[in-house]
């Protein structure tokens, strides 16, 4: 599945060019790094100390086999060179290690710390890091100052129902009904207006997250297609009320099935464009939004 992900993202920067698309493509900081040499002389000075050690990317890194011919499990700058170089795509940050910034041992400064690597490595290729997606949806209230000293405009936060909220805390009620409203509309409004940045402007715009587009199997057909119509009919709600709408997943999700995922997503895009030229909806990007502040024109926006 991992392999399939070194062609699944071309395949989606020609589609999104093609249908003039505007993405966030929230980037793990190490995948800009080249090689073992780069990953040991690009440390954070002060990193997370998980009460859970399996969950620390670092110490995976320990004790992975540093064979050369699965460096592509572990950088990509190939791909990030890709996404800078298409038009309407925002290279932003998922953290440089992949960082939890709810779970037990982690604290603010090893955050800020993380955060500065981040910033360090998209420098080197020329890039400024504006919008910050929390790893494992863990937002964090209390590290917005951290993220505005760093220079984030915008962060994504989650939907505002109990199921998606204290994320690091996951119960069977949370995923029963996180899985059941991908199909049946459990959130009767899953929109949102773009509001003013909070505290005058000087921390970060929050960005909702609206939907998750969920990846296909093999066996689960008519599921697809309630969710392909859960998401479209969620669009034409938002584009007729002038709200916004923010669409996203995981590419690499779409490794076990790239064809049909791909089909998919065309069929969501033929559908904004419907949407795009009854009703205005438009496409921009998480910085893209933020810059706009407040607006009287409909959105869609995919990360």
């Known amino acids: ?7 699944v993202v ?5 589609l999104f060019a093609g249908q003039r698309i505007s993405a966030t493509w929230a980037t793990v900081g190490k995948l800009f790094l080249h090689d073992w040499d ?38 990509a700058p190939s791909l990030i060179h890709l996404i800078t170089q298409t038009e309407g795509q925002e290279l932003a940050s998922h953290t440089y290690s992949h960082y939890y910034c709810l779970e037990h041992g982690q604290e603010a400064a090893a955050f800020d710390s993380d955060l500065e690597m981040a910033a360090c490595v998209a420098r080197r290729i020329g890039q400024k890091l504006e919008s910050l997606v929390f790893p ?31 994320t690091q805390v996951e119960t069977l009620a949370k995923k029963v009904f996180r899985t059941g409203d991908a199909y049946i509309p459990f959130i009767p409004n899953n929109s949102f207006e773009l509001q003013r940045r909070p505290s005058g402007g000087k921390q970060p715009l929050f960005i909702p997250a609206n939907r998750l587009l969920r990846p296909v199997t093999s066996s689960n057909g008519w599921k697809e ?72 024109t409909e959105h869609v926006v995919i990360p």
């Open 225 to 296: 297609r309630l969710h392909l119509r859960r998401i479209c009919t969620e669009m034409t709600a938002a584009a007729k009320s002038g709200r916004c709408y923010h669409l996203w997943w995981h590419p690499e999700n779409f490794g076990a099935e790239p064809g049909r995922n791909i089909d998919n997503l065309r069929t969501i895009l033929c559908h904004y464009k419907s949407l795009r030229d009854q009703y205005g909806f438009s496409s921009v990007n998480m910085k893209q939004l933020a810059a706009l502040q407040t607006t009287n």
């Open 136 to 166: 494992r949806n863990q937002f964090n209230r209390t590290y917005l100052d951290i993220c505005t000293r760093h220079g984030y405009s915008g962060v994504r936060t989650n939907p505002p129902v109990w199921f998606w909220q204290n």
């Open 1 to 7: 599945m991992l392999d399939n992900t070194w062609t």
């Open 10 to 14: 071309p395949d989606l920067l020609r």
């Open 38 to 75: 780069d990953y040991d002389a690009s440390l954070p000075a002060v990193m997370p100390q998980y009460a859970q050690k399996h969950i620390s990317s670092y110490d995976f890194a320990a004790s992975a086999d540093r064979n050369k011919k699965d460096l592509k499990y572990f950088f």
